[in-house]
């Protein structure tokens, strides 16, 4: 981490979702003091900007009365504040098939403008701190890369954080972030990347990783998210549940888990990833030996739209592209739509008429 | 249907199960008049025993204060009543991976042993009106068929049929009853069959047919429950719902229901019954055009056992023994599986130990 920062030239960072991990992701940069550090806080706002943030971090200590340099209720907000934010890091959940209003290029689009405004010279970058696959294509399908100068930069992360209140969040295990360019040859991404993970480095704190092979590390945090995290979803149990309770204890893993990720690995392969069958066993354990409910099985319970599209759906579509069998995960995903879309209408994003047996779309 | 019944010889039939299903099924013999029809009432004995039954019937209209000729509290106390019944009709639920109290073999077993004290010489039939197959080898290694002279009936019933408080019951659809004997070369079973037809039969209320290919009908039932009714308990969406708020309103049709049919056609012809794949679009339509919510995602919801091992267990042993591949009933199996254990943890049938990990046998 050679980069030098000058105080006079800090960069400007925005952090656009203050959920758990958002707001140990906004505290990392801020407490590294490397950048300028903004935060969009939507429910919590006039909370955190009366209190501020109150942190039990596994990483940091207890914090209280924290805020970052600058809060907005808003992207729109942070948008017209007349500033330009050389970091816009999306934290928010990726639900392509949600509502428009929730997909990450309408979210992050007011402030790419208003950068473009500010200085249409001046490089933007993208950081995406989120599960899945493709998540970057949407991007590149709304915004003309040159144009708007983007930089697209990938984020994997593994921590335990969840926000039990208003302004109150609690980690529980330990920050590690692997970041890379989405594209492995764009010299400035490479750059920007690396000056990240500068800034987000709190030495004995956390851990940050530059990484070469973004498709390697998203590729293998899916043996757990496309295989265990549906799999609970499904059941709306804890992982070892979802072992323990099956018809032998270990058939959830012999004819579940250990096939569905052998997919992920040949859907991998034939995407020109190579992942060491090993890798199985580290999630496999961790499944088995914690009584914890991952994100979409906490997302369903909650009635709140899962990432099941970057997670499962965008890998099962390049099986097909590569003609790669994956009948596991196949049936999984068919399953995990109809939990979607039963979300879908209980939000009243879709409407079932009963009458005619039709969806009607309701929400755009 | 030839049989002729003589008043002074009438057969005594013991109905056990006093759901939707087995009070219809119980008054459908008593209506006929030509067996003496007694019925076990579990839960609600007191309250029928003062009152009777209060029945909306499609096939029968309104009835209100009906009894049977006789009302048991338990099956043990129809054993101890000192009564020869000819018929033994099993109308509950077919959990073998239930509380042991709970398998037909221990619901039927007083009656059996009763009937073979009163009379060793004389045939006691068990007719099974219930899912699923292979459900009349758990009678057969119980007990020996010689020894306690049994007759092994099946029946296959198409009727909706629910108890919506305590003596009433409502009946929607028509009861159609197929009617076989197991072994269909077992003269007395067969001969049995035939006069419990005789004895169902109400002209122009009810259906019942005398079939020679038990198997054949047990098959194709499992096009529907094997299918259509597990994917609904694994979403817990009524059958439209199911195909029409997946992610394109035909990809639980495509992707799930017609694969997962195909399987059971390929299964059921490893063991020689053929299944024309024209049966399919009966079950099909039948799902996509009624908001109805089939028996396993009612028993889920309730937090009740479901039928899976007959309806889905069965047929995959099958398959496995013949080697017939079934990828997409093999899923959702495994993740049913979890769900009955989610139930059975619930009614402290297991008890899972969150320090340990470890599932621990509650009640036998």
Redesign the interface.
Known sequence: MSTIINESSKPSCLVIGAGGVGVITTYSLFNAGLSEVSLVVRSDYEHVKQNGYSIESCDYGSISNWRPHHLFKTAHDAAQSGRFFDYIVVTVKNIP?GPKSGTVHEIVRPVVESNHQIDASRITSIMLIQNGLDIEKELLEHFDQNCYKLALLSGVQLIGSTKVGPGKVVQISADRLSVAPFDAVDEIAIERTKLFATMYNNEGHNEVKYENNVKYIRWRKLLYNAVINT?TA????DS???Q????E?N??EN??WIPAMKEVIAIAASEGVTIDPKEMEFFLVLA??F?YKPSMCIDYEKGQLMELEVIL?NPLRIARKNGVSA??L???Y??M??????I??RQGI?R?N?KT???ESVLE
Do not use: N, W, Y
Not at 337 to 342: A, R
């Open positions: 098939d799999t499904l059941t709306q149990v070892a549940r979802c323990m309770l099956s018809r204890s058939s959830t004819c579940l088995k030996t009584v759906g009948p596991t196949f049936v999984i068919h399953l739509t109809i939990l979607q879309g039963k879908k209408e879709i079932f009963e047996i039709k969806v």
